[in-house]
């Protein structure tokens, strides 16, 4: 047993996990793997103490989401952005006060853009939240504080290029029928909560839920399982065939086998 | 060799209580092993392959295997199947004659027969047990297992936990493509379907109970087992041990800053302290920790009864 904070104690298995997690391991596949199992122990209750004493105490996460977000460089292949994001989305949803967002946010809004020296950090940047975005649409979170981010400096930079990549990917967001979640954002932010809509799908679990209260939680899994890897497999093939700094360099070196490990 | 074992079988499954418990100790697993490639295998490929005709004597041993199988206390075969299961992993040099593949596909096959044949009552209800019972073996024996072994045994337990978790309110409507889909087939399929859903409902219900106490108790072995794998394959343990490198990312990760990704990123970067060298030959552990991980997914994502969001993967 370890002690992270003086009332928490880590058993071995999560220290190991914990460590294949954030350790200079140069095996992405198993540190990926690591960090899923990782997560979902945290999503338990039993762990959710061990949960906040690395938030609170630590910056665990933050070294992570560091890594990870290095991973969405154009450098790495399309296996690293789509295992990374899937990270990042589940870690986004799990961690307390937003820290995956606000840290993105952050690393977006920290480059001056006024400075010139600096503008082809904040173009990787951007294109790393690009990656990001396009890649978490079947996820509920919504990155909704980097997108205002990435938006606001429309107005606000004076830099062709950058407003250029932003053009760009909100025209691939439109032709993708992508940019009602961009809307959806900006409206929430406008109207009234009363007039929120809600996915028919989350409607639908949810009168379910009240019909058959009684019923087996058991039933509502069968529901969750409503998404189809072929689908996404395929939609992100569409993505990469539109995205031209995707396809063209040659990097992206697709094996389909080795993607959908997650799909039993 | 079939017909020698159907005329030891009739003998010893008709009047003989003097002779039955005495031998089939000795002569059971190669019995089952001989019904796995005579008869289970060559009636599998059948149904797949609707050209051939099943071979008359197969069925017929099938039967005779199934009337045994009947007979036997449920116990006594499941408890028999483990004992040999734990003689093979644990003591590598036992004198039994089979391989670890070949206990395993035994087992896959019971669970499949028991499934499928009704009056079989042979490991439905001690499944949960059996289950808790692997893990303690492998948990106990993962040190000395090859990739492929341990690829095996997380096959088996994936198949026992996939046969534990049955779901009474699953109804999975398949639209078939054929053009006799009237509302009458269709009716008559969803009474057919709920009538065996009915009679297996209270089994089921005593299973759910005691289900989800064998399942809290495996995680807690299964992490055991995650750690040896971890602790035993991945890394050279006269080195280090994951423990103490822990201790020396926590040193640095404690000190709370409040910076950005790439300053973050590039002290991850700059410091050796995080460096963690596995072994050399990690990689053929790939896929039977991928595997692992993904089991280990799978109770917690049930324990919790929440579906996983990594699932979606």
């Given amino acids: 047993m370890f002690l992270v904070s003086d009332q928490t104690e880590f058993d071995d298995c999560l220290i190991d996990l914990c460590t294949l997690s954030l350790g200079k391991i140069n095996h992405f596949s198993f540190q990926i793997l690591a960090l899923s199992v990782l997560i979902e122990l945290f999503k338990h209750n039993r762990n959710r103490t061990h949960l906040f004493a690395l938030t609170n105490e630590t910056d665990f996460f933050q070294y992570i989401i560091a890594y990870l977000w290095e991973y969405l460089n154009e450098d790495y292949t399309c296996d690293f952005h789509k295992k990374s994001t899937m990270i ?54 919504s990155f909704q504080q980097p997108l205002i981010q990435v938006l606001s400096s429309l107005k606000q930079t004076n830099q062709n290029c950058i407003k250029n990549i932003i053009h760009e990917w909100i025209t691939h967001c439109f032709i993708r029928g992508d940019i009602c ?21 989350q409607y639908n679990s949810s009168t379910e839920q009240d019909s058959t209260s009684n019923s087996n939680v058991d039933h509502e899994m069968t529901f969750a399982l409503v998404f189809d890897d072929d689908e996404l497999e395929d939609e992100n093939q569409g993505e990469n065939e539109i995205e031209p700094e995707e396809t063209d360099d040659g990097k992206q070196v697709k094996n389909k086998n080795e993607n959908v490990f997650f799909s039993f | 060799m079939i017909r020698n074992y159907r ?17 089939i100790e000795s002569i059971f697993l190669n019995y089952l092993i001989t019904i796995y490639e005579h008869v289970y295998q060559p009636l599998k490929n059948v149904s797949k392959d609707d050209d051939h005709q099943p071979d008359k004597i197969a069925k017929e041993t099938m039967k005779t295997f199934l009337t045994l199988l009947d007979t036997l206390e449920p116990y006594f075969i499941w408890d028999y199947l483990m004992k040999n299961f734990e003689l093979i992993l644990v003591n590598t040099q036992s004198t039994i004659d089979i391989t670890l593949e070949q206990i395993c596909e035994i087992i ?53 936990f996939q046969n534990l978790n049955l779901n009474p309110t699953e109804i999975d409507y398949n639209p078939t493509t054929d053009d006799d889909t009237t509302i009458e087939c269709l009716l008559k399929e969803m009474v057919e379907k709920v ?35 971890i602790e035993t394959k991945f890394i050279d343990r006269n080195q280090m041990n994951l423990k103490s490198k822990f201790q020396q990312f926590h040193s640095i990760i404690q000190v709370k800053t409040n910076e950005n990704l790439s300053k973050i990123f590039n002290r991850y970067q ?20 991928e595997q692992a991980c993904k089991l280990f997914i799978r109770f917690l994502s049930f324990s919790s009864k929440s579906m996983s969001i990594l699932l979606f993967f």
């Fill in chain 2, 270 to 289: 700059q410091s050796s302290e995080f460096d963690l060298k596995l072994n050399d030959n990690i990689e053929q552990y790939q896929s039977s920790f």
């Fill in chain 1, 88 to 141: 990042l989305a589940n870690l986004e949803l799990i961690l307390p006060m937003n820290l995956c967002e606000n840290l993105i946010s952050k690393q977006l809004s920290f480059v001056d853009i006024y400075q010139t020296q600096n503008y082809l950090q904040t173009i990787d940047d951007y294109k790393r939240f690009f990656q990001l975005w396009n890649r978490t649409r079947q996820f509920s979170c």
């Fill in chain 1, 181 to 201: 979640r961009i809307f959806d954002i900006l409206l929430l932010m406008l109207l009234h909560s009363d007039t929120t809509r809600i996915p028919i799908r």
């Fill in chain 2, 108 to 160: 896959h096959m019971l669970i499949d027969l028991s499934l499928s044949n009704s009056s079989i009552d042979l490991l439905s209800e001690h499944l949960p047990e059996m289950f808790c019972r692997l893990m303690k073996t492998m948990h106990k024996s993962i040190e000395f297992l090859q990739p492929n072994q341990i690829i095996l045994c997380l096959e088996l337990l994936s198949n026992i």
């Fill in chain 2, 195 to 229: 009538n065996k859903q009915l009679s297996n409902q209270s089994i089921r219900n005593q299973l759910s109970r005691t289900m989800s106490h064998y399942i809290d108790e495996s995680i807690e072995i299964y992490k055991d087992i995650l750690h040896c794998f």
């Fill in chain 2, 7 to 23: 005329k030891i079988f009739v003998l010893f499954s008709v009047d003989k209580p003097d002779v039955g418990p005495n031998i």
